[in-house]
């Protein structure tokens, strides 16, 4: 199975769209950053998997520190939550584990999240059908090393009181238990 990154096809729906888990306080082994969601969807013309493959980028370093694999059920429209699970076939970190639980606490369960992820996969895999499609010819395309985060450029530190300086396309999620 051959997963591509969405923002090859799409660079500007995955940069209005991207999802950025920020973590404000420490969170066990989980420090302090912001963790851009970069996703990947399946490039085999015959495959009809209904699975992004999330990869995790550390904004602060730009280092991979996970990969969720994360599938819905395309029988029950709307499936929430969707199963979300640590990619056994790709690297992971010391801190995969605690970006997966803070992953299905604030996405796997989030209508509009996963909507928007069937949404993508849908046009992902619509120019993946069609060799006629204009944007066809960009899957055959080498990709480069590290491509361009689709994230806003944010201070990894807890933001001052005031307006947030993210841009509404991108939630803030981390915050401790018992704090508002």
């Given at each position: 199975?051959?997963?591509?990154?969405?923002?090859?096809?799409?660079?500007?729906?995955a940069?209005?769209?991207?999802?950025?888990?920020?973590?404000?306080?420490?969170?066990?082994?989980?420090?302090?950053?912001?963790?851009?969601?970069?996703?990947?969807?399946?490039?085999?013309?015959?495959?009809?998997?209904?699975?992004?493959?999330?990869?995790?980028?550390?904004?602060?370093?730009?280092?991979?520190?996970?990969?969720?694999?994360?599938?819905?059920?395309?029988?029950?429209?709307?499936?929430?939550?969707?199963?979300?699970?640590?990619?056994a076939?790709?690297?992971?970190?010391?801190?995969?584990?605690?970006?997966l639980?803070?992953?299905?606490?604030?996405?796997?369960?989030?209508?509009?999240?996963?909507?928007?992820?069937?949404?993508?996969?849908?046009?992902?895999?619509?120019?993946?059908?069609?060799?006629a499609?204009?944007?066809?010819?960009?899957?055959?395309?080498?990709?480069?090393?590290?491509?361009?985060?689709?994230?806003?450029?944010?201070?990894?530190?807890?933001?001052?009181?005031?307006?947030?300086?993210?841009?509404?396309?991108y939630?803030?999620?981390?915050?401790?238990?018992?704090?508002?």
């Amino acid at each position: 199975m051959t997963m591509l990154p969405f923002n090859l096809l799409f660079p500007d729906v995955a940069k209005d769209e991207a999802r950025a888990l920020l973590v404000k306080w420490p969170q066990g082994d989980l420090p302090v950053d912001t963790y851009v969601l970069v996703e990947h969807f399946c490039a085999e013309p015959s495959c009809d998997c209904w699975r992004a493959a999330l990869g995790v980028i550390r904004a602060s370093t730009r280092e991979h520190v996970a990969t969720l694999s994360c599938t819905f059920d395309p029988a029950v429209p709307d499936t929430v939550p969707a199963r979300a699970e640590l990619d056994a076939r790709n690297p992971q970190s010391t801190i995969s584990q605690p970006l997966l639980e803070l992953f299905r606490e604030s996405c796997a369960d989030d209508p509009a999240y996963v909507a928007r992820l069937e949404r993508h996969y849908t046009m992902f895999r619509k120019v993946v059908a069609d060799p006629a499609h204009p944007l066809h010819a960009r899957l055959r395309e080498p990709t480069p090393s590290k491509p361009p985060l689709p994230a806003p450029t944010v201070s990894p530190s807890p933001a001052p009181a005031g307006p947030s300086r993210i841009p509404p396309a991108y939630r803030q999620w981390g915050t401790p238990r018992g704090k508002p």
